[in-house]
């Protein structure tokens, strides 16, 4: 992996020859700030006006695991591509999709959570979010001291679901999911909104992508000719290059408006 700061010119370079590129973004620990709780997560003023300006020129999709609805609310800015849900639904235009997920699963799910709750009293930390597709509790309010305990309790309950092949269990970010596992992830979600936005557009661009989860190596791996971005390097991650902090992304959108200010600007004194 190689640091983004460090290899910049090369970036640019990579957007020059395609002659553009498709901004593909998760939200939480990438361009919004981890925060103690799912409803304190907010997108920066400063990164909202950078991705604006972006916006103007290039495609600008945010793929997430949280619902659609919670992002549009989240970011406020309606001609985005969306995608939620760790890429079970999406929004593209005026097209409103999303993969059929079994009865048989939202059933266990829903079982799971009735399990989950009764938690809640010996541990008063967690936090359990109401989605409609997949299941997550958050854990990180949680005394330190009594996470592996908590994790204990919670594997007894999900033995039976680290069997089924149709449910993926992700632990990440303090924060333990069950995924409705349709043979369908964020690389697949990704590999179609590229597609449609080059169609659309009708030429090549770079796809860039930026995250910080499991669910984003999905996109990494699929991306593997774009320029792929993991916040804070990891070990074996399928990322090309890395930010060293979150906050490195918010001055790499920064410097990403200011490139598209500067063709902007070129444009227009061709015009004139």
Not at 87 to 105: C, M
Not at 134 to 147: D, K, S
Not at 217 to 223: G, I, M, N, P, S
Request: glycine letters at 4%.
């Amino acid at each position: 992996m190689k640091n983004v700061k460090i290899y910049l010119s090369e970036i640019k370079k990579q957007i020059e020859f395609f002659n553009g590129f498709v901004l593909m973004l998760d939200f939480d620990g990438t361009i919004s700030p981890i925060c103690s709780t799912p409803d304190e997560a907010y997108l920066p003023e400063r990164n909202k006006f950078n991705l604006e300006i972006i916006s103007r020129l290039f495609p600008v999709a945010i793929i997430s695991g949280r619902t659609i609805k919670d992002l549009k609310q989240k970011i406020g800015i309606n001609d985005f591509v969306y995608s939620g849900s760790h890429g079970l639904e999406w929004n593209i235009a005026t097209l409103k999709k999303r993969k059929h997920v079994p009865r048989r699963i939202l059933k266990t799910f829903k079982e799971i959570k009735i399990k989950i709750k009764k938690l809640l009293p010996r541990y008063p930390g967690m936090i359990i979010e109401d989605k409609p597709f997949t299941l997550p509790f958050h854990y990180r309010l949680i005394e330190p001291g009594q996470v592996p305990i908590f994790k204990r309790d919670v594997s007894k309950i999900l033995k039976s679901v680290y069997n089924d092949k149709t449910i993926r269990v992700i632990d990440n970010k303090k924060t333990i999911e069950l995924v409705p596992k349709l043979n369908w992830d964020k690389g697949d979600i990704v590999k179609l909104i590229y597609k449609y936005l080059q169609d659309k557009n009708k030429k090549r661009s770079v796809p860039i992508y930026i995250g910080d989860s499991l669910t984003d190596e999905d996109a990494f791996r699929v991306l593997k000719n774009g320029i792929t971005i993991r916040v804070r390097p990891k070990k074996g991650s399928s990322a090309k290059y890395y930010f060293k902090s979150r906050a490195e992304v918010d001055r790499f959108l920064v410097w990403l408006a200011s490139y598209c200010e500067g063709l902007e600007a070129s444009s227009t004194k061709r015009h004139k």
